[in-house]
């Protein structure tokens, strides 16, 4: 049977073989003494690695192949960058030398004839699972021997995967750290289903004019509305006509440019999350200060935050309205702690931990995974999937882990690469 390359990788990173009975095709006594360090990049598969072959010890490069005569096949006999190898390690045995561009000859180690079938037998059987995910029937033996390891790491990852998105909008802003926090903000705001709405809305809001009005939260709402295009179109409520006409006075002075109308979303949406009822939370936030950034780098404990968001003044108008021209009953226009967990955890941690990682500052970054591990676990699909499988979830960090391990892992089928996979084929 063929297995791809990925599980030799797997299977000599973990020495997974019989390491006592090692040879190679020539006949030599073969001992792994440093497996070496994976490479991602051009050039052999492990690198620095440290054999021991017919007594004499070697140190250099490790490469792998499924099939033998993919050395030749590959062109590695002419390429001056595997002349360092000091062993080739394969699948299936081929009929062709594996010589280096010197014209020297390569031990080669057919790795198979050293495996474990009953390791094998695992693997074919999570490749051939077709449950939501691979390992779903041995899952539970998995999590025991690796918890909370993994989940720590995989906090980490997502954490990381954060950062890389940060540093993306940070180029698009001109490392402008402020202007990026309010783009992270507004897409928290937007919840899932209209984040990149507003993703988009907050790159078209300039901080300088952020700054100029923030002490004028008429025009602060005017700009976020008008730019959001919902001021399009008439009402007969005196906010909006208000609204309106402060827009329309903004726009003419700075040229702003409404976003695509399609953009918004409110079919999906509970009525606490259509776009509107956030936007005119989001601007008592911009109103309530224009460095919010600032601040959670300063703050050390997250209830200085809670405090803070709560603090926050929304227009009254959102008491009774969820979006223009549109009576409610009385509801709360203030922050729920479902909600501010929400922006602590898709932008108060993430802008934290981004500017940690940028700066070199370990102490911020530490401070990020604390303030996830102070929220409870969030309630979503992935999480409940897992808890059924039996991996509890003790608080946001956790959560956000499990969100990792879904969609980077299970989902693409990364067994190899998993811990509970790992596991799984160790058992």
């Not at 006592?20 to 792994?32: F, I, R, S, Y």
């Amino acid at each position: 049977m063929d297995y791809p390359e990925e599980l030799l990788y797997f299977i000599w990173r973990y020495r997974l073989y019989n390491q006592g009975d090692l040879k190679t095709t020539q006949g030599e006594v073969l001992k792994v003494i440093d497996v070496g360090q994976r490479n991602y990049h051009a050039g052999p598969d492990f690198e620095l690695a440290t054999i021991q072959l017919g007594g004499v010890i070697w140190r250099g490069h490790i490469e792998m192949h499924v099939k033998e005569d993919d050395w030749t096949r590959h062109g590695h006999h002419l390429d001056t960058a595997y002349t360092a190898t000091i062993l080739h390690v394969v699948w299936q045995s081929g009929v062709q030398p594996n010589l280096r561009e010197d014209g020297t000859c390569i031990p080669t180690l057919v790795l198979s004839a050293f495996v474990d079938i009953a390791l094998l037998d695992r693997y074919d059987a999570l490749r051939k699972q077709e449950r939501k995910i691979a390992c779903e029937g041995q899952f539970g033996y998995g999590v025991t021997s690796v918890r909370p390891g993994w989940l720590q790491r995989l906090t980490l990852e997502r954490l990381q995967e954060k950062y890389k998105h940060c540093s993306e909008l940070l180029d698009r802003t001109k490392k402008d750290w402020e202007r990026t926090f309010l783009i992270v903000l507004g897409r928290a705001f937007g919840t899932n289903i209209n984040a990149d709405a507003f993703e988009e809305l907050m790159f078209r809001v300039e901080p300088r004019l952020v700054y100029k009005y923030q002490d004028a939260p008429e025009k602060i709402a005017a700009m976020l509305f008008g730019l959001s295009g919902f001021l399009e179109g008439e009402c007969d409520d005196d906010y909006f006509v208000r609204l309106k006409k402060e827009y329309q006075i903004l726009q003419r002075m700075y040229g702003l440019e409404e976003v695509a109308a399609t953009l918004w979303k409110f079919m999906r949406a509970r009525p606490y999350n259509f776009p509107t009822y956030r936007l005119g939370q989001l601007s008592g936030m911009i109103t309530a200060s224009a460095y919010w950034f600032e601040k959670i780098c300063t703050v050390k404990e997250l209830n200085e935050l809670l405090i803070a968001v709560r603090a926050i003044d929304v227009d009254d108008y959102w008491s009774h309205h969820f979006r223009f021209g549109r009576d409610t009953k009385y509801h709360s226009k203030g922050w729920s702690n479902a909600f501010f967990n929400h922006l602590v955890i898709n932008c108060f941690v993430p802008m934290l931990f981004s500017y940690g990682q940028f700066i070199g500052n370990e102490e911020l970054k530490e401070r990020a995974v604390t303030w996830l591990e102070q929220l409870p676990c969030e309630q979503n699909s992935i999480v409940t999937f897992y808890r059924d499988l039996g991996l509890s979830c003790q608080n946001a960090a956790d959560s956000q882990a499990l969100i990792q391990l879904k969609r980077e892992y299970c989902s693409k089928k990364r067994c190899l690469e998993c811990a509970i996979g790992l596991a799984i084929l160790k058992a």
